[in-house]
């Protein structure tokens, strides 16, 4: 079973370009989210999705917007990129109980 | 305040030994618990829930005190293959979103 996929692995970007991270789901789950993980600051919330057509932004979510046009697809898009947003990047989906995690992206911006 | 905070540790503990993390959060509305296991370069995987009751799972138990709104993880009998960070998370009501904590670090020592 596929679950979540994040494409892709691993990415090096430059500063001022722009970058869509892609994610989805098979799972059929309403809410859907996207973290960054910093080392000593854990996972923060960047942008989450309750149900296709709705978004709502987190604990940081300066730098970056999301759509959510269909239940399955959440991708992150990061419009001008700046180093300070090199960072392992994991999108997540939940059936209200558990949250299932994609392998994540691993984003530096040079 | 960050809505949920854990000792980030780390725990370096030998094998067999007990160890047991806590973790704190702000909203006294909070209305469910997890515990999370992350491997080193992986994605955040459930480890279990936590229930009002408490509960147990093998050599975890898991324990909520809405009180103190604290949560804790109890490892009995610690295997090298425990070693891992663990991340306390909440739910928090209305916006289905899910806060992480930092996450605690766990080595343990043969």
């Known amino acids: 079973t596929a679950g979540i996929t994040q494409a892709p692995t691993s990415q090096i970007l430059a500063a001022g370009r722009s970058m869509t991270l892609r994610c989805t789901q098979d799972?059929?789950?309403?809410?859907m989210y996207w973290y960054r993980q910093d080392l000593g600051l854990g996972l923060r919330l960047i942008h989450y999705?309750?149900?296709?057509?709705?978004?709502g932004k987190g604990e940081v979510p300066d730098g970056y917007s999301v759509s959510r046009a269909n239940t399955d697809d959440f991708p992150l898009t990061l419009a001008s990129a700046v180093p300070s947003q090199t960072s392992v990047y994991f999108c997540?989906?939940?059936?209200?109980?558990?949250?299932?995690f994609g392998q994540g992206t691993r984003l530096t911006v040079v | 305040r960050k809505e949920v905070e854990q000792d980030p540790g780390p725990f370096n503990v030998p094998e067999g030994a007990t160890v047991a993390f806590n973790c704190t959060y702000s909203?006294?509305?909070?209305?469910?618990f997890f515990w999370y296991r992350q491997d080193c370069r992986k994605e955040p995987k459930l480890l279990m829930s936590?229930?009002?009751s408490g509960n147990e799972d093998g050599r975890f138990t898991a324990q909520l005190n809405r009180a103190s709104q604290y949560i804790s993880l109890l490892i009995r009998d610690s295997k090298l293959s425990d070693s891992a960070t663990y991340l306390c998370?909440?739910?928090?009501?209305?916006?289905?979103?899910?806060?992480f904590g930092t996450g605690t670090r766990l080595t343990v020592i043969p």
């Open positions: 999705s309750n149900t296709a057509g709705t978004t």
């Open positions: 909203n006294s509305a909070s209305q469910s």
């Open positions: 998370v909440v739910n928090l009501p209305g916006a289905n979103n899910l806060f």
């Open positions: 799972m059929r789950h309403n809410a």
């Open positions: 936590v229930y009002s």
């Open positions: 997540a989906s939940s059936d209200g109980t558990e949250a299932f």
